[in-house]
Every structure is written in structure tokens, then in C-alpha cells.
């Protein structure tokens, strides 16, 4: 168990200095010699839900509902029909 945390931490800190370095290359407002503070600040949740009872509640939905839901959270409807690759999280 100790291990799975310790490479999700390792995980964490890959995609951070990606991030960063990526930021430097494509001129984004990053500066020679930052420092990064995300560490600091930043908490990642693991908790996960299950893909196929969001697809449910979802198909439950009325038009209506649907509608009201877009208007408040944009397309993130959308994100229930993406195939995601999980050894990429």
C-alpha cells in the first residue's frame, strides 16, 4: 500500500516538472529562475467515481434537466463518452 502512494507522489512530481518546464518552453508567463509554490498548495484527490452510474443518472435525465445542466456546466457532459486511458492517470 505504502508503495502505491509513494509512486503516485513520484507520479505527481513527474507531471508538475512537465508542467513547469513545458510553461518555459511555450513562453507562458513564467520567468527564469521561478520557483515553483503548487507543491505547497496543491492537493490531488484520487477518489474516483464510477463511470457507468454517472451514465445512468445522466440517461435518467429529462431534456430539460439536461439543458439546465449544460447551462450551468458547459460541455462537461461530453466527458462521460471519451474513452479514457487509465495507465495514463
Given at each position: 500500500m505504502?508503495?502505491?502512494?509513494l509512486d503516485k507522489?513520484?507520479?505527481n512530481m513527474a507531471v508538475r516538472v512537465?508542467?513547469?518546464r513545458m510553461?518555459?518552453?511555450k513562453g507562458?508567463?513564467?520567468t527564469e529562475g521561478y520557483t515553483s509554490?503548487?507543491?505547497d498548495?496543491?492537493?490531488i484527490s484520487v477518489t474516483q467515481n464510477n463511470l457507468q452510474e454517472l451514465k445512468e443518472i445522466?440517461?435518467?435525465w429529462d431534456d430539460e434537466v439536461k439543458q439546465l445542466f449544460y447551462g450551468n456546466y458547459g460541455d462537461l457532459p461530453y466527458l462521460l463518452d471519451i474513452k479514457v486511458d487509465k495507465h495514463f492517470f
Open positions: 505504502e508503495n502505491e502512494f507522489m513520484e507520479d512537465w508542467s513547469e510553461q518555459l518552453e507562458d508567463s513564467l509554490e503548487l507543491w498548495f496543491t492537493c445522466w440517461a435518467q
